[in-house]
């Protein structure tokens, strides 16, 4: 049985659950590289996202390259269905979230950082840490994943975050990094992903608007 989250932890997710707040719109910039033995891939990503209430509701695919190509428009849609409507298994439950604080047992590492484990065995739990800076906002956490990717056998996921606009925090960079094998080839593969070009609107529909019409 999980023990409750630590005072400390709680007043960290009171302080988050404040900061995703609204509508706003921003870019993503995703670049995957994966090796193992002679084989080599290398996707690239270009997205512009309408989030409400740290929610997505809204993807468009801007460009996209995958394995070196252009990805035509059903993959784009595809794409698109894919961070709008993502698996259970593909969000990590961040635990400094106060919906899933319960899904976690904590440890203070110091003052600013906390090492966190869970017994839930899925794709949207891991093991880590996170900081926060001295107000108590979350400005990093990293964790190995309890269910790693096909091929791979060990990982680590680090997140950065920082107030992108003016009392709303979000993510500004995120780094997989995986090793593992591929038949008989050693190999691994990395994910790098950055979060710019924030801006909040009045509501979701002005948002969605600015989305489609960008070029």
């Avoid at 302080?15 to 609204?22: I, L």
């Amino acid at each position: 049985m999980i023990a409750a989250a630590p005072p400390a932890v709680v007043q960290i997710a009171e302080r988050f659950s404040h900061q995703e707040r609204g509508v706003v719109g921003y870019r993503l910039h995703r670049v995957f590289d994966v090796h193992a033995g002679p084989m080599h891939r290398h996707d690239e990503l270009d997205l512009a996202i309408v989030s409400q209430d740290g929610q997505t509701i809204k993807v468009r695919v801007l460009r996209a390259i995958t394995n070196g190509k252009e990805t035509d428009n059903a993959g784009k849609a595809q794409l698109e269905s894919q961070y709008e409507h993502p698996n259970p298994g593909d969000v990590f439950h961040r635990p400094f979230d106060p919906q899933y604080l319960g899904e976690y047992s904590y440890e203070a590492v110091d003052a600013q950082t906390y090492r966190f484990t869970s017994t839930m065995r899925d794709g949207s739990h891991g093991d880590g840490t996170f900081s926060t800076d001295s107000a108590g906002d979350v400005v990093k956490y990293q964790y190995t994943p309890k269910v790693l990717p096909r091929y791979t056998t060990s990982g680590t996921v680090t997140y950065e975050r920082a107030q992108v606009l003016p009392g709303y925090w979000f993510m500004t960079s995120e780094n997989h990094e995986y090793r593992g094998h591929y038949a008989i080839f050693g190999g691994g593969a990395t994910a790098v992903i950055t979060y710019d070009s924030f801006k909040r609107y009045p509501d979701a529909a002005t948002a969605i608007a600015a989305l489609q019409a960008l070029p």
